[in-house]
């Protein structure tokens, strides 16, 4: 069974940080490009981040571009959204996604397995 786990969300400060972590575990995902999404309450969910399959091609919604880094670690079937200087605007539910080709993506039809989420919460 293919399952996408994040982990890593919290309670936080403005301008503070957190790592979040997404382990795949059913197939490997190291020839797929992945991604990070996140769903505020009342608002549909948005693209935030995404890496290809080597990691060396990211692209960042502009609203995070500069704060945010993703990252993957092949090994480990994991990616990585390392999160500074968060605001109150950056509270949601993040997903992780793991696209169908290898090439990084902001669409999300082009995913085809999601995580549960985790919640970020950025306190004022």
């Known amino acids: 069974q293919v399952q996408l786990v994040e982990s890593g969300g919290g309670l936080v400060q403005a301008g503070g940080s957190l790592r979040l972590s997404c382990a795949a575990s059913?197939?490997?995902?190291?020839?797929?490009?992945m991604g990070w999404w996140r769903q505020a309450p009342g608002k549909e969910r948005e693209f935030v981040a995404t890496?290809?399959?080597?990691?060396?091609?990211?692209h960042y919604d502009d609203s995070v571009k500069g704060r945010f880094t993703i990252s993957r670690d092949n090994a480990k079937n994991t990616v990585y959204l390392q999160m500074n200087s968060l605001k109150p605007e950056d509270t949601a539910v993040y997903y992780c996604?793991?696209?169908?080709?290898?090439?990084?993506?902001?669409?999300?039809?082009?995913?085809?397995?999601w995580g549960q989420g985790t919640q970020v919460t950025v306190s004022s």
């Open positions: 996604g793991a696209a169908r080709g290898t090439l990084g993506t902001a669409l999300s039809t082009s995913y085809d397995y």
């Open positions: 059913g197939r490997t995902f190291r020839w797929n490009a």
């Open positions: 890496i290809n399959w080597s990691g060396g091609s990211t």
